[in-house]
Nanobody, 123 residues
Framework: QVQLVESGGGLVQEGGSLRLSCAAS????????IAWFRQAPEKAREFVAA????????YYTDSVKGRFTISRDNAKNTVYLQMNSLKPEDTAVYYC????????????????WGQGTQVTVSS
């Protein structure tokens, strides 16, 4: 069973950068794709980015394209979300979750959410 723990959040000024990490336990991590979601206060959880097990296929929601980069290091059992040019509207709790084959952008299709990591962007 693969378990995921998010980290790397914090407080940053508008235009700044953060790198989030999604660390996994379990020897089968490299067989899973990983998706990042976020949830702002009083808003629904939304898809942000995803990467397939090989790392060769990545996907982004339109609002983060060109600013965020998802990558993975299977040797370290970790997926990263590099966030540049941050905006106040990026403020949210960020979560990662796993998928096996095709990913879905619907958070209801995923189970066992972790605690997430808070990202706050000040203007």
């Amino acid at each position: 069973q693969v378990q995921l723990v998010e980290s790397g959040g914090g407080l940053v000024q508008e235009g700044g950068s953060l790198r989030l990490s999604c660390a996994a336990s379990g020897r089968t991590f490299s067989t899973y794709g990983i998706a990042w979601f976020r949830q702002a206060p009083e808003k629904a959880r939304e898809f942000v980015a995803a990467i397939k097990w090989s790392g060769r296929n990545t996907y982004y929601t339109d609002s983060v394209k060109g600013r965020f980069t998802i990558s993975r290091d299977n040797a370290k059992n970790t997926v990263y979300l590099q966030m540049n040019s941050l905006k106040p509207e990026d403020t949210a709790v960020y979560y990662c979750n796993k998928f096996l084959d095709a990913f879905t952008t619907d958070p209801w299709d995923y189970a066992y959410w972790g605690q997430g990591t808070q990202v706050t962007v000040s203007s």
